[in-house]
């Protein structure tokens, strides 16, 4: 069975970085793609990157500049690197995964960036 699980959020303050970490466990296979996407308070959620095998990196533009993804294939592991966060940042991150071309998104349980002084 494919699991997703997210780590690495916290508490920083504004202007700050942290570094989000997924990792994919139960497939022999190096996934097809790899995405975060946030819920912030009050909020629907959002898509915030993904990165496909290639690898192809696709940003949200509320984003794009600030954060950067990158994965290692081999490990089935994807990396979010947050710099310049501000308080509009703040939300539960999750990450998904797809196992093959077509496939459903299999969702990780989230993890809370706060970003406040």
């Known amino acids: 069975q494919v699991q997703v699980v997210e780590s690495g959020g916290g508490l920083v303050l504004p202007g700050g970085s942290l570094r989000l970490s997924c990792s994919v466990s139960?497939?022999?296979?190096?996934?097809?793609?790899m995405s975060w996407y946030r819920q912030g308070p009050g909020k629907e959620r959002e898509w915030v990157a993904s990165v496909l095998s290639g690898p192809v990196k696709k940003y949200a533009d509320s984003v794009n500049g600030r954060f950067t993804v990158s994965r290692d294939p081999r490990r089935n592991t994807a990396y979010l690197q947050m710099n310049s966060l501000r308080p509009e940042d703040t939300a539960v991150y999750y990450c998904?995964?797809?196992?093959?071309?077509?496939?459903?998104?299999?969702w990780g349980q989230g993890t809370q960036v706060t970003v406040s002084s």
């Open positions: 139960g497939t022999p296979f190096s996934v097809e793609s």
């Open positions: 998904n995964t797809v196992v093959r071309r077509g496939g459903s998104p299999i």
